[in-house]
């Protein structure tokens, strides 16, 4: 028998504890129909699997194929903003289905190959140092504003070519952005000016690039449109995608990483006893049990039966990475971080086709920056009585703030 379950999913307690929530469905009703939402809720670790890899059954074009009016509702006079701003969206890689898809990730995918990405880590190692001296200095931070943000950002960016004074600007641009995808009110017009800035920022650097090429990522996503690969649509579409992604995921695993040590300081003694050796274990282990993306959307292209229900031609189903990381059916006592656990077949960055392009830099800097706190810091506190809060998004598992102390 199924629980009364409140289908508000920007619900405060929801927001603040996605995995009973989605926990629930996940043991009551594994695939749900969300009445609010419109859409289907899909939590099992096998099934949002399956779902990933049948591209075939379920598009990720659903900003172009979406059909379902905003949710929260917005008022009458955003409604065609609502609609210019999801068609911005839609030129993305992300929302691509092959083989348009497979195309579009062949321009990016040698830039991120695990060679490639290498040359990075001595900046990355470097950046560390330099903002893990900056905090020692002041005997506390804030993790997410003075070191879990400004390091994948500051990367993202060298990569882009984009310049140093610039890249506060991105970041305010792609809160406004991310903060869109809340149930605030205002949120479309929101979105809407951090897309249209973004694109407005982005548009000369593209023409100077187009003049000008330089070997930085830019460079490879405008070479596209000379080469006919990408419209310009497109490289605008990911160049923000680039931008955005490229340093949101890190941030997220560095502050829900470090969090998830304070509350089980016995793991942080596993990582300090060999910080080399754990961390590439405590990385993953950070990534299921508080992934930095919630949840991925995709569209049924026709009928489907799945779990003993059928999603219809056309219905958009949400599966949730927090859920499927913690199934039971896959993962041993799943509510407890242990970064012992090996092998972790989390999926905090998909599975199938549309595995996230940006694993191996994501996974570079968490790697690096475990190592970097384990050998520095005896002991991690939090520096606050408050309780922390978290973005109010159903995409995104992002703190606002997480101010510490050390030993």
């Given at each position: 028998?199924?629980?009364?379950?409140?289908?508000?999913?920007?619900?405060?307690?929801?927001i603040?504890?996605?995995?009973?929530?989605?926990g629930?469905?996940?043991?009551?009703?594994?695939?749900?129909?969300?009445?609010?939402?419109?859409?289907?809720?899909?939590?099992?670790?096998?099934?949002?699997?399956?779902?990933?890899?049948?591209?075939?059954?379920?598009?990720?074009?659903?900003?172009?194929?979406?059909?379902?009016?905003?949710?929260?509702?917005?008022?009458?006079?955003?409604?065609?903003?609502?609609?210019?701003v999801?068609?911005?969206?839609?030129?993305?890689?992300?929302?691509?289905?092959r083989?348009?898809?497979?195309?579009?990730?062949?321009?990016?995918?040698?830039?991120?190959?695990?060679?490639?990405?290498?040359?990075?880590?001595?900046?990355i190692?470097?950046?560390?140092?330099?903002?893990?001296?900056?905090a020692?200095?002041?005997?506390?931070?804030?993790?997410?504003q003075?070191?879990?943000?400004?390091l994948?950002?500051?990367v993202?960016?060298?990569?882009?070519?984009?310049p140093?004074?610039?890249?506060?600007?991105?970041?305010?641009?792609?809160?406004?952005?991310?903060?869109?995808?809340?149930?605030?009110?205002?949120?479309t017009?929101?979105?809407?000016?951090?897309?249209?800035?973004?694109?407005?920022?982005?548009?000369?650097?593209?023409?100077?690039?187009l003049?000008?090429?330089?070997?930085?990522?830019?460079?490879?996503?405008?070479?596209?449109?000379?080469?006919?690969?990408?419209t310009?649509?497109?490289?605008?579409?990911?160049?923000?995608?680039?931008?955005?992604?490229g340093?949101?995921?890190?941030l997220?695993?560095v502050?829900?990483?470090?969090?998830?040590?304070?509350?089980?300081?016995?793991?942080?003694?596993?990582?300090?006893?060999?910080?080399?050796?754990?961390?590439?274990?405590?990385?993953?282990?950070?990534l299921?049990?508080?992934?930095?993306?919630?949840?991925?959307?995709?569209?049924?292209?026709?009928?489907?039966?799945?779990?003993?229900?059928?999603?219809?031609?056309?219905e958009?189903?949400?599966?949730?990475?927090?859920s499927?990381?913690?199934?039971?059916?896959?993962?041993?006592?799943p509510?407890?971080?242990?970064?012992?656990?090996?092998?972790?077949r989390?999926?905090?960055?998909g599975?199938?086709?549309?595995?996230?392009?940006?694993?191996?830099?994501?996974?570079?800097?968490?790697?690096?920056v475990?190592?970097?706190?384990?050998?520095?810091?005896?002991?991690?506190?939090?520096?606050?009585n408050?309780?922390?809060?978290?973005?109010?998004?159903?995409?995104?598992?992002?703190?606002?703030?997480?101010?510490?102390?050390?030993?």
């Open positions: 028998m199924v629980t009364a379950i409140n289908d508000n999913m920007f619900a405060p307690e929801v603040a504890d996605p995995y009973t929530y989605y629930q469905l996940r043991e009551e009703d594994p695939i749900h129909w969300n009445e609010l939402f419109r859409q289907w809720v899909i939590t099992r670790h096998d099934d949002l699997v399956w779902i990933a890899r049948h591209n075939e059954l379920f598009s990720s074009a659903v900003l172009a194929k979406d059909t379902r009016e905003a949710f929260p509702p917005i008022d009458e006079e955003d409604v065609e903003l609502f609609r210019h999801r068609a911005l969206g839609s030129h993305s890689i992300i929302q691509q289905d083989p348009e898809h497979v195309d579009m990730r062949m321009v990016l995918h040698g830039y991120f190959n695990p060679k490639s990405m290498e040359k990075w880590r001595p900046m190692q470097s950046a560390i140092k330099f903002l893990l001296d900056q020692e200095e002041k005997g506390e931070m804030d993790v997410m003075d070191f879990a943000t400004p994948p950002l500051l993202i960016a060298s990569m882009m070519g984009v140093e004074e610039d890249r506060p600007y991105i970041r305010d641009l792609s809160k406004k952005i991310l903060l869109g995808g809340a149930a605030s009110a205002g949120r017009k929101l979105q809407a000016q951090g897309n249209i800035e973004m694109r407005e920022y982005l548009d000369p650097l593209i023409e100077e690039r003049a000008n090429p330089t070997d930085d990522l830019l460079s490879i996503v405008v070479n596209a449109e000379k080469t006919g690969q990408y310009r649509d497109q490289v605008l579409g990911n160049a923000v995608l680039l931008l955005i992604a340093h949101e995921t890190t997220n695993l502050c829900n990483g470090t969090l998830a040590f304070i509350n089980n300081p016995e793991q942080w003694e596993l990582l300090r006893a060999d910080p080399a050796g754990m961390a590439r274990k405590a990385m993953e282990e950070s299921r049990y508080d992934p930095p993306v919630k949840g991925i959307q995709r569209i049924a292209t026709e009928d489907v039966e799945i779990g003993g229900k059928v999603i219809r031609e056309g958009v189903t949400r599966w949730m990475i927090s499927a990381n913690r199934d039971p059916r896959v993962f041993d006592d509510d407890t971080f242990d970064i012992n656990r090996w092998p972790n989390h999926v905090a960055f599975s199938g086709t549309h595995h996230c392009l940006g694993v191996n830099l994501a996974k570079m800097e968490g790697l690096e475990f190592k970097a706190l384990g050998e520095r810091f005896e002991s991690l506190h939090l520096n606050t408050e309780d922390l809060e978290y973005w109010p998004t159903i995409g995104f598992r992002s703190l606002f703030t997480l101010p510490i102390t050390w030993n």
